[in-house]
């Protein structure tokens, strides 16, 4: 039975990479870059009013002479000829600041009479108002390197630069099996020693949370034969095949008898944790099989510990052993009684400064993980836990 640490640690070096495509910008929110991005422009494009106002000389200002305001020019607008000693404009946001200006003073600066600019902001300097050409970024220069995540402000940067494209890695595309005879689709009604199934529903929702839509799971019986055969018929169609349940060592167990005998290689089964102790991690070609546990917060778990951290991995992110790389110190807001052996997954919920460990920490509890926020990692070693003790946290992707 594998650490925890060793076993993320498995999934770091058994996933690969998958391949790169050219995707739209309107879709590219949640990938990663997969190319470095030169700025094909100087930006802003000419010098530009960070201000409703007026551009002048600053030479005229300083030496006290007379400025006329003689044009106007708005965002979108530009001033033809160069602005002469003496003379002013009115200027707008974003608007090209005239040849010869230097200094741009704002509106609520200034009285005019009679088309006489008066400057009152005796503290202005030369070049005050102006975003010079290129000092956001100059033209062939670096934007965003390889490797950098797409988010709404990255994709607003490259738009900003006229760039309509751009070299992603692609998302991954999970399969999802879950198993169990018990299990009864909500909507229907239960009959004896039925229970509503609710990993698909859960696992479908975390996928959504980190930007993956799935098509949906399919459900299998606790049979031997018909486990194998919905196995092997959706294997080759993924990148990730997710199994929900039938890992465990029970005699209706047939998760793994069934991955053995299609021959995939076992990475490892079995980790010092809990939840989700009977956690399977296999390769069979280019798919990856992560086998879940099937209680409920096991399920979710093994998902935001181990998959997640697998998605990112297919997907470019670089930060590796926590969920999203969100991975902080706080102190427990409560004493936790543990013993050494097994390392611990706490559903948590941060308050202010502290984490406070939850009620109802059992696998088959899903009504706690509904308020967590976080999961409390407690490694293997640790023993009981005094209040104010830091702890490692994990902070759940997606809404709180
Ligand atoms: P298993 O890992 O198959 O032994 O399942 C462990 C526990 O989780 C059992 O109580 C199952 O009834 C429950 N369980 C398994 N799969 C699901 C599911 N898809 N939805 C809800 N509960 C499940
Ligand atoms: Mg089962």
Known sequence: MLSVEKAKQAV?????????????????????????????????????????????????????????????????????????????????????????????VMQEKVTSEKGQLLILDLEIKQNANIRSKGSQIEKTELALPKGTSLTAAAIGFIAGM????????????????????????????LTGGQIYESNSYSIIAALKSIGISTE??????????????????????????????????????????????LEVQTIFYKVKQKPGKPLYFGKYKNTFIFALPGNPAAVLTCFY??????????????????????????????????????????????????????????????????????LIYLPEESENIKAGQPVEVHKLPGLQ
């Open 12 to 104: 770091t070096e058994n996933i690969h990479l998958l391949s790169i495509e050219n995707i739209s910008i309107d879709n590219a929110y949640g990938y990663v870059l997969y190319e470095d991005i030169y700025s094909p422009l100087a930006l802003p494009p000419f010098n530009q009013s960070a201000m409703d106002g007026y551009a002048f000389i600053f030479d005229d200002f300083k030496n006290n002479l007379q400025i006329k305001i003689i044009a106007e020019v708005a965002a979108g607008d530009s001033f033809k000829g160069t602005l002469k000693s003496g003379q002013a404009i009115r200027i707008f946001t974003g608007a090209p600041v005239p040849k010869g200006a230097d200094c741009i």
């Open 162 to 189: 006229g760039i309509t494209d751009v070299n992603v890695v692609r998302k991954p595309k999970i399969n999802i099996i879950v198993t169990g005879s018990e299990l009864q689709k909500p909507g229907n009604i």
């Open 216 to 261: 949906g799971a399919q459900s299998v019986p606790d049979n031997e034969a018909e486990t194998n055969t919905i196995i092997a018929n959706s294997i080759d169609s993924c990148d990730i095949l997710l199994l929900s349940g039938g890992i465990s060592v029970g005699d209706y167990d047939f998760v793994e008898r069934a991955l053995k005998k």
């Open 305 to 374: 510990e181990y998959v997640y951290l697998a998605i990112r991995l297919m997907m470019g992110y670089t930060l590796p052993y926590s969920i999203g790389g969100a991975q902080i110190q706080m102190p427990l807001a409560s004493d936790y009684v543990k013993k050494k052996g097994l390392s611990f997954f706490l559903k948590g919920k941060i308050s202010g400064n502290t984490v406070i460990p939850l009620d109802g920490q059992e696998s088959y509890i899903l009504s706690s993980f509904a308020s967590a926020d976080c």
